[in-house]
Nanobody, 114 residues
Framework: QVHVVESGGGLVQPGGSLRLSCAASGLIGRAGAMGWYRQAPGKERELVATIGAGGSTNYADSVKGRFTISRDNPKNTVYLQMSSLRPEDTAVYFC????????WGQGTQVTVAS
């Protein structure tokens, strides 16, 4: 059974940093694409960043230059380093991993407030 579990969320002041982690366990083989979406209250889920199996990355314009996505292939783990955080980054952050189908985590709350 596949489990995708995020960690690292919390409360941070504007301008601060957080590092999210996401581990996909139970996969038979290496995950393909992995990435992060987020959903703020009253808004639709939106793409934050993705990373391919070979390391190619894609970012939402709103986080370019502030967020960095990376992965550890043997561990099927993906990370999101978030810097210069803004109140508008407040959301539940969801991780996904793809291997024949897309698997989602339950999400981790990130709150940016003073």
């Amino acid at each position: 059974q596949v489990h995708v579990v995020e960690s690292g969320g919390g409360l941070v002041q504007p301008g601060g940093s957080l590092r999210l982690s996401c581990a996909a366990s139970g996969l038979i083989g290496r995950a393909g694409a992995m990435g992060w979406y987020r959903q703020a209250p009253g808004k639709e889920r939106e793409l934050v960043a993705t990373i391919g199996a070979g390391g190619s990355t894609n970012y939402a314009d709103s986080v370019k230059g502030r967020f960095t996505i990376s992965r550890d292939n043997p561990k099927n783990t993906v990370y999101l380093q978030m810097s210069s955080l803004r109140p508008e980054d407040t959301a539940v952050y969801f991780c996904y991993a793809v291997l024949l189908r897309q698997y989602w985590g339950q999400g981790t709350q990130v709150t940016v407030a003073s």
